[in-house]
């Protein structure tokens, strides 16, 4: 292994800390492009991208939510929720090793403290985020249980 290698290997595990699940799957998405099906993003969308630090695509996808629960017609709402459910399961982890190629492209001119520095300032994921999940399930289930009552 050359020193290069071995440097950007402690970047992927340090952008994934201890998740050698996601290392391996980074490294097969870099030689054949298929990144593994994400359960988690599939069930939580857009709170899965705003934990792992993906603004956009979480704002987007929330910005479609909102927009998708205004539609009267249920059928038609429940089969766009599932397309962009399907849609974040296949795709969430293809974004965050996209995200991680590019942020490894970017730090590839710094010395390697201040690499391995940015690299885990922005692979930690943010934990409040499943504070405010939490909060969006139980005002939901109560407007919801409300509105029955």
């Not at 492009?33 to 939580?44: D, K, L, S, T």
């Amino acid at each position: 292994m050359e020193t290069g290698e071995i440097a950007q290997n402690a970047l992927i595990k340090t952008y994934f800390g201890d998740s050698p699940y996601h290392e391996e799957a980074f490294l097969r998405w870099r030689e054949t492009g298929g990144a593994p099906f994400n359960w988690a993003a599939f069930f939580i969308g857009s709170w899965w991208f705003f934990y792992k630090r993906n603004l956009w695509v979480g704002i987007t996808l929330t910005l479609i939510r909102l927009i998708v629960a205004s539609i009267g017609n249920p059928m038609v709402r429940d089969v766009i929720v599932i397309g962009i459910s399907l849609f974040t399961g296949f795709m969430g982890n293809a974004m965050e090793y996209q995200r991680l190629e590019n942020l490894l492209t970017e730090v590839e001119a710094l010395d390697d403290v201040n690499r391995l520095a940015i690299v885990k300032r922005k692979g930690k994921p943010w934990t409040f985020v499943i504070v405010l999940f939490c909060l969006d399930v139980l005002i939901s289930l109560y407007l919801f249980y409300r509105i029955l009552a």
